[in-house]
Structures are given as C-alpha cells and as structure tokens.
C-alpha cells in the first residue's frame, strides 16, 4: 500500500533527458526517500538491490516483474543524460538478480537460475562478467555458489552462505579472503552480523570499515528484516550490530543495502522500492559502536 504511485515516464531504453549524477535527482538528507520515481521505482513492479560503476555512469538493479522473474535492469549516462532503465543483454535471456560492480569497475558480479557448466538444469549461483578493452562486458562465466555479492578494495568477497558451503550455517553471511591469486576458504563473519540472526543480505564499504546488511532480529521494527550495521574494531574485528533505527527500517521488509561508489548514500528496498539516505544516518552509530 505504500509502494510509489508514479508510472513509468519512458519506454525502455529511450533517452531521459536527466543529466547528472544519480539521474539528477535531489540527493536525501538523512529521511529516506524513494529512488528516482518514474524512472528507477515506479508502481506495478518490484525494485531492489541497486549498484554503481565507480565513475555513476552506469547503475544496475533488479526488477520483478509480473509472474515473479527477475530481470537484471541497466542504465546508462551519457553526453544525451540517462537512458531510461531496460534490461540488461549481458544476462542472456535468464532470470538473473542482486547485481554487485566492484570497486575497481572490473567486473560486475549477480545472481543467476541457469545451467551450470556441465549441467543441464538450471540451478542458482553467482555468476560474473569482466570488462574488456573498449569497456564493454565479456562472456558470462560461473562463479560459484551464494548470493548478494559485494566486493572490498582488498579482493575479498562477501556474500550470503546459501549452501552452507563453509559450514557455517545456511545463510550467514561469510568471506572469500584474496590471497595474491586465489580466494580462501570462506569464513564466517565475526562481531554482530551473524549474532544473534544471520545477515541475509551484506554490503561491506570497499575499504571493509563498515558492512550494512539485513536481518530479522527481536528488538527489530517487526517486519521481515530491518537494516543493521557493524564497524570494524582497531582490532579488526567486527563490533555489535546497530540498528539504522525508525527513519530508515519500517515494520514491512527492508533489505538489500549498498552504498554509493563516493560513499554518499545508502541504497536500499523497502516498499517494493528503491530509497536512498544520506550516509551521515551511521556516524551516531559508529560513534556507538566504537566507544
């Protein structure tokens, strides 16, 4: 009932006329609000799990549609402004979600129902593209298992466990360490992001300062996840889990947290819709979580 009530303003992949970042719009201050009405949210449809290019030139999300598939959405900026949101051709045609560019733009990372190599049925796993000389996207390729993937500075990869492939538990949120030219063994992450629920959906800030995930926890605002962050100690470790608190969280489901490529603001779904808030709502929060 409180989805945005703004249709669609164009047709796929026509010219906006929007120039600048994020669409031109007005940036939030710390009351979140929806995304880019009309043109990113937009009533009839479900929004989520947001991404950037480091340069905001291009913006990835998910859209559900009518009989519940997903679609991988891209648009992009350039000397006309933005165009407007379609889908995007590097998923090939299969129901594909939660998109993740890294912060070297290199490659982007998503969800993805389709054969694996060697297989003929289709099954979910994270799949990737790398960029290739001119800037386009090469083949896709498969990654491995998981979900909700985001990338740190340093090479290390989080994500959801969903096949409890660390032994950990299923869905607790863990990381892949780089080690000069592979990845670890994944480990659980520490502090509060799995304690006292698993995080179902994290965002580590590229230098692994902060990581911003969703969870269903007493003391929460009653829905089916409210936004939680942890900052990381001196000791590198991981502190307690703050609550975003009422401004942010909803008693409906809030989920799918990212955050900006200049580190400005927090993307996040609620509503069926994309919203963003400044992120200024977690220096309280640090200044908690660290004290």
């Known amino acids: 009932s409180s989805e ?20 031109g719009q007005k940036p939030p201050g710390q009351i979140p609000e929806p ?19 480091p340069d905001g030139r291009e913006v990835y999300f ?26 995007a051709a ?21 969800g993805s129902n389709r054969p694996r190599p060697g297989e003929t ?29 985001s990338a740190a500075r340093s090479g ?15 869905g607790a949120g863990v990381v892949y360490p780089w080690a000069t030219d592979h990845w670890g063994a994944p480990q659980r992450v520490g502090g509060g992001v799995n304690d006292p629920a698993v995080a179902d959906h994290s965002f580590v800030a590229p230098d692994e300062s902060y990581i911003i995930f969703d969870s269903s926890r007493p003391g929460g605002q ?26 942010v969280n909803t008693p409906g489901t809030n989920f799918c947290p990212s955050v900006s490529p200049d580190g400005k603001y927090i993307f996040y779904t609620r509503n069926r819709d994309i919203y963003w808030v400044s992120a200024r709502v977690l220096e309280p929060l640090r200044a908690r979580a660290l004290k």
Not at 39 to 44: D, T
Not at 92 to 110: A, I, Q
């Open 4 to 23: 945005t009530k703004a249709t669609l303003r164009f047709q796929p992949g026509a010219r906006t006329g929007l120039k600048g970042p994020y669409f």
């Open 35 to 53: 995304f880019a009405p009309g043109i990113v949210s937009a009533a009839g449809h479900f929004d989520f799990a947001v991404t950037f290019s």
């Open 62 to 87: 998910t859209q559900r549609r009518e009989g519940g598939l997903n679609a991988l959405i891209v648009s992009r900026l350039d000397k006309d402004g933005w165009t407007m949101p379609q889908q």
């Open 90 to 110: 590097l998923a090939e045609g299969f129901p594909s979600n939660e998109p993740h560019v890294t912060p070297d733009g290199r490659r982007l990372y998503y």
């Open 121 to 149: 049925a289709a099954d979910y796993g994270i799949w990737v593209v790398e960029r290739v000389p001119g800037g386009a996207w090469g083949k896709t390729r498969y990654h491995g298992p998981g979900m909700y993937v």
């Open 156 to 170: 290390n990869l989080y994500m959801t466990d969903v096949t409890n492939v660390a032994g950990t538990g299923f």
């Open 222 to 247: 009653g829905g089916e996840g409210d936004l939680y962050v942890c900052f990381r100690k001196p000791d590198g470790s991981w502190s307690d889990a703050q609550n975003l608190g009422d401004a």
